[in-house]
């Protein structure tokens, strides 16, 4: 296994980063599906007046992942996690381009593609290129 010190120290940075930013993205999204009232979403997210449950399930998720992607790394226990939960992201992602999509809403979608992109860049960087040990 490789570890930080014997690889590249911009590539262990550049993890660091967008984690960080991933936790920041999905901890923040959560909570805001969370706190904001229903009927307010729906006017921005047609589908979150459609899908109440879902809308409440992908926070619950996003906040998980989210503090999965940063917190077991950061604090060196069990910091395998990270990589579940980086996988956990992407899948995460995955199903809500599939969902809109579905929808007819592709045009909302490249954000997701991105997010999707940072996510399999944590998920590689920490799983293969540069694992945690605990």
Known sequence: MSSPQKTSKP????????????????????????VTPIPSLAQMWSWAGEHPNLLRLTAIFDIAGG????????????????????LGCAALMLAAIGFHFSRGEAANTPFDFVVLALTLFVLWGRGVKIPFTS
Do not use: D, M
């Open 11 to 34: 590539l262990h940075i550049s993890l660091w980063v967008v984690q960080a930013l991933l936790a920041l993205l999905f901890i923040g999204s959560g909570l805001f599906k969370l």
């Open 67 to 86: 503090i999965g992607i940063v917190l077991p790394a950061l604090i060196r226990i069990r910091s395998g996690l990270t990589v579940g939960a980086a």
